[in-house]
């Protein structure tokens, strides 16, 4: 094998003259690939019996519907795979069925039996005898240990992808292993493995780029180990599904409230900064315009953490936004124009529709602290406050809460925020902690 450079000359047999490091790379790359490429071809020997195709059938026209991945994880015919891989299945169990084809193509019916939706992960039992189930890793790799995704990528069969273990990612709050690996539609719900063909995460999507994510194998240990000590399948899916949201909701709510909220300045005005590691923040301005009628700066932050609930409804994100905007050359009514437009713009921060979700119902008030009213001093502001409930998950709500103020005709402070799938509880204690900490001073 040699490496490339634009020119097409290789770059190895141009180094042989220049530098012992670069014989040193020429020498050793292709070895390193070698090596890479028999254990990927022996895992896939050992391992291909138990990694199975995942089919979701529609029943009116017998056809396959979906596809994704999954693999044997006990000899009584359990199977791992992803919520994402059964959901049309999960959810309308009179429209579709489960079915497996394994790499020989034996073709049989799957039963769901248990979910867990904060860690997109499933499990299925076939009736049928089953090969060996594949190991579960006791212990996370080294980063940067080499590591096998295996799945059924576009219906091509069964795949393996190299790639590399980059940890569990700190920044999301459902943790997720970043794989240095192409992971492709049909992957979905497959085991990636360690060198020893050990699951050390279960493939769950991908960004592009060579960067995409696993459930870690904890996640699925966990699982099972609740599905063997109820020692049945799940009665209700939907009251499952609903119990683990409530509880995801308020444990994640619990410890962001309980934070200290570091703070910005962003104009005037003392903004909420990044909530670390959590809820990640970005800005900008028009400040190099010398054409802009009005200085506006900006800054958004939101959660990386996605609960997928079905192709067009999830839950979990969590948004702030703010504006500072200040208009010495604009009249009060083409200052109030832009202000309310602004206003009217804001959206919720995730996907949902009229079958998953409410209408948002709204409470409109002007607001100004006791303190204020004392002084004489701060903003009056107006504050919106809106909810739309979940339709077949009761308790839970999408919130958009909105405060602007409206006491100066040439500068103003908005401030917004968009919670998924939270209770009222947790959402009263975030508006009021959202106000404390984010106003113009």
Known sequence: ???????????????????????????AWPLAVAAQSDSARALFADNKAGILQIRIIDLTSGSKSAIGSGFVVSDSGLIATNYHVVQMAAEKPDQYRIEYLSAEGELNHLKLVDVDVINDLALVKADSEMPPELPLAVAEPPIGMPVYALGNPLDLGLTVVPGTYNGVNQTSYHPRVHFTGSLNPGMSGGPTLNQAGEVVGVNVSTAGNQISFLVPVAALQQLITEYRVRGHEVDDIRQRIAQQLLADQDKKFTRLLALDWPTLALGEAVVVNELKPFIKCWGGS?????????????????????????????????EHQFFWLQADQLNTVQFYAYYERLFSDFAPGNKGTEKDLGDYQCDNQFVRAESDLQSNRGRTT????????????????DIVFLQGTVDDSQATFVSHFTLAGVSQKNAKAYARKFMGVSKWQ
């Open 1 to 27: 094998m040699s490496i490339y450079n634009e020119t097409g000359l290789s770059l190895c047999a141009r180094g042989f003259s220049r530098a012992v490091f670069i014989l040193t790379f020429c020498l």
């Open 286 to 318: 028009n400040s190099a315009s010398t054409k802009a009628q009005f200085l506006s700066a900006d800054r958004t932050c939101r959660s990386e953490d996605n609960i997928y609930l079905n192709a067009k409804f999830n839950s979990g994100v969590i």
């Open 382 to 397: 107006k504050v919106v406050f809106c909810a739309r409930a979940y339709k077949e998950y009761p308790e839970l709500y």
